[in-house]
């Protein structure tokens, strides 16, 4: 079992900044990649940045330059520091993370955490 723990969401205003941390626990041997996703109400589940075992990182357009993404790999902890918010990022953030068990490639997702952002 795999367990993905979100912490770090709130409410900030417009122009703040916040940082999302997720911690993986479980019995894995690895993690591949590691990242974050949102859903706004009415709008499907999309990428908002990456980080691969190699800490290659990948950013959606519409958070380039304003969020940063980076791994504590000793800790399996993901963070996602988030400046510079908007009113578009306000959204339930999930954390996302391939893992490795047996061989094999699994995705897990964490619970969600709620990021709103007031003008």
């Known amino acids: 079992q795999v367990q993905l723990v979100e912490s770090g969401g709130g409410s900030v205003q417009l122009g703040g900044s916040l940082r999302l941390s997720c911690t993986a626990s479980g019995s894995f041997s690895s993690i591949v990649t590691m990242g974050w996703y949102r859903q706004a109400p009415g709008f499907q589940r999309e990428l908002v940045a990456t980080?691969?075992?190699?800490?290659?990182?990948n950013y959606a357009d519409s958070v380039k330059g304003r969020f940063t993404i980076s791994r504590d790999h000793a800790k399996n902890t993901v963070y996602l520091q988030m400046n510079s918010l908007k009113p578009d990022d306000a959204a339930v953030h999930y954390c996302?993370?391939?893992?490795?068990?047996?061989?094999?490639?699994?995705?897990?997702w964490g619970q969600g955490t709620q990021v709103t952002v007031s003008s």
């Open positions: 996302y993370a391939d893992v490795v068990i047996a061989g094999f490639q699994y995705g897990y």
């Open positions: 980080i691969t075992s190699g800490d290659r990182t």
